[in-house]
């Protein structure tokens, strides 16, 4: 029998980081909707756009930009406060990513408690559904996390990438190894339970064929790797060389 084609693998590129430039200053470049556009250009499937409690780089204005003068799909990763649900409401993004969220950390640290967290979730998640709107949880690739959210009805988990691109960055081969696989491991289980699977947190050209190569992998989710790079070769050739990275690993899988 031939071998089952691939599942296509999809780019969501987060632009967060295009607003912490422009707030250093307190400019109003360089624009976030200038970057979505740009991104979709050069390959990228979804804009990502993480709209903190602070308000610490994307602002509420950059959703609703974004939103209005592109066409491309807009995923909003969000706190499970009823703030946070009420804009979403509001806005009616194409796609929710619920996230753990400190006002004291950097970046995302880790995955959400979602087995601790189910009674807090459920009505926010059933909200957001019966708008319309793709839900996600952001996890680490843990079964009990990815059983929990099974059993919220989600469509979608994210699976937390961030420690496996960790230890890459460190050069510890042996740890790396095993993260990878809990990751190829997590990735089975949560398909197995019918979920749509992505992955993201700290993905960069050196780091991301590995997980590109998971088949039941559809979505990455890549943003402060892309505007890092894009200083020295530009916003667009970063995004196409990181889109053909992924699918020269998709295709090789």
Same mark, same amino acid.
């Given at each position: 029998?031939?071998?089952?084609?691939?599942? /296509?693998?999809?780019?969501?590129?987060?632009?967060?980081?295009?607003?912490?430039?422009?707030?250093?200053?307190?400019?109003?470049?360089?624009?976030?909707?200038?970057?979505?556009?740009?991104?979709?250009?050069?390959?990228?499937?979804?804009?990502?756009?993480?709209?903190?409690?602070?308000?610490?780089?994307?602002?509420?204005?950059?959703?609703?930009?974004?939103?209005?003068?592109?066409?491309?799909?807009?995923?909003?990763?969000?706190?499970?406060?009823?703030?946070?649900?009420?804009?979403?409401?509001?806005?009616?993004?194409?796609?929710?990513?619920?996230?753990?969220?400190?006002?004291?950390?950097?970046?995302?640290?880790?995955?959400?408690?979602?087995?601790?967290?189910?009674?807090?979730?459920?009505?926010?998640?059933?909200?957001?559904?019966?708008?319309?709107?793709?839900?996600?949880?952001?996890?680490? /690739?843990?079964?009990?996390?990815?059983?929990?959210?099974?059993?919220?009805?989600?469509?979608?988990?994210?699976?937390?990438?961030?420690?496996?691109?960790?230890?890459?960055?460190?050069?510890?081969?042996?740890?790396?190894?095993?993260?990878?696989?809990?990751?190829?491991?997590?990735?089975?289980?949560?398909?197995?339970?019918?979920?749509?699977?992505?992955?993201?947190?700290?993905?960069?050209?050196?780091?991301?064929?590995?997980?590109?190569?998971? /088949?039941?992998?559809?979505?990455?989710?890549?943003?402060?790797?892309?505007?890092?790079?894009?200083?020295?070769?530009?916003?667009?050739?970063?995004?196409?060389?990181?889109?053909?990275?992924?699918?020269?690993?998709?295709?090789?899988?």
């Amino acid at each position: 029998m031939p071998p089952e084609p691939k599942r /296509p693998l999809r780019l969501g590129v987060n632009i967060d980081h295009v607003a912490t430039l422009r707030n250093a200053r307190g400019s109003p470049y360089p624009e976030p909707v200038r970057a979505a556009r740009l991104a979709r250009e050069a390959g990228a499937d979804i804009i990502t756009m993480h709209l903190r409690e602070d308000r610490r780089h994307i602002r509420d204005i950059d959703v609703e930009s974004v939103a209005r003068e592109t066409d491309i799909p807009v995923n909003l990763e969000m706190a499970a406060t009823p703030e946070m649900v009420a804009i979403a409401l509001r806005l009616k993004p194409y796609a929710c990513c619920i996230v753990p969220e400190r006002r004291q950390e950097v970046t995302t640290e880790g995955g959400l408690d979602v087995a601790g967290l189910h009674n807090h979730l459920a009505p926010m998640i059933d909200e957001l559904k019966r708008a319309g709107i793709r839900v996600a949880l952001f996890i680490d /690739p843990d079964p009990r996390q990815i059983e929990a959210s099974a059993a919220l009805n989600v469509p979608d988990v994210e699976l937390h990438t961030g420690t496996y691109c960790d230890a890459t960055l460190e050069g510890d081969a042996a740890r790396t190894q095993l993260l990878l696989a809990d990751l190829r491991a997590g990735a089975k289980i949560a398909a197995g339970l019918g979920l749509e699977v992505h992955a993201g947190h700290g993905l960069t050209y050196e780091n991301v064929g590995a997980v590109a190569a998971i /088949p039941e992998i559809v979505e990455l989710q890549i943003g402060h790797f892309l505007v890092g790079e894009s200083v020295f070769i530009g916003f667009a050739p970063a995004i196409r060389h990181m889109r053909a990275t992924m699918d020269r690993a998709r295709i090789g899988s």
